[in-house]
């Protein structure tokens, strides 16, 4: 079993930041990678920012290319997600997801994150 939990949402305007968190326990499937998803009201999850436990390699959405940075602290099993520029269309929910070798997700409980023009 995998307990994720995201804090570090808020509201912010315009062009400002927030840094999000996900702190996994339980099994972390070392090897394989931690996502962010988020998801707008009216709209479907959307993937956001990947990285691998090991080695650290990242992907990015191309809506927030260059804008958001995702990193990870191995020690403390937690993840983070750097948001700069922030624009009013990153206004959603923030879900973290990890998936099992066995094709289990499984997801946090969520984060707001609201951006005012």
């Known amino acids: 079993q995998v307990q994720l939990v995201e804090s570090g949402g808020g509201l912010v305007q315009a062009g400002g930041s927030l840094r999000l968190s996900c702190a996994a326990s339980?099994?972390?499937?070392?090897?394989?990678?931690m996502r962010w998803f988020r998801q707008a009201p009216g709209k479907e999850r959307e993937f956001v920012a990947s990285?691998?436990?090991?080695?650290?390699?990242?992907d990015y959405a191309d809506s927030v290319k260059g804008r958001f940075t995702m990193s990870r602290d191995n020690a403390k099993n937690t993840v983070y997600l750097q948001m700069n520029s922030l624009k009013p269309e990153d206004t959603a929910v923030y879900y973290c997801?990890?998936?099992?070798?066995?094709?289990?997700?499984?997801w946090g409980q969520g984060t707001q994150v609201t951006v005012s023009s």
């Open positions: 997801n990890v998936v099992s070798p066995f094709g289990v997700a499984y």
């Open positions: 990285i691998r436990w090991s080695g650290g390699s990242t």
């Open positions: 339980g099994r972390t499937f070392s090897g394989h990678a």
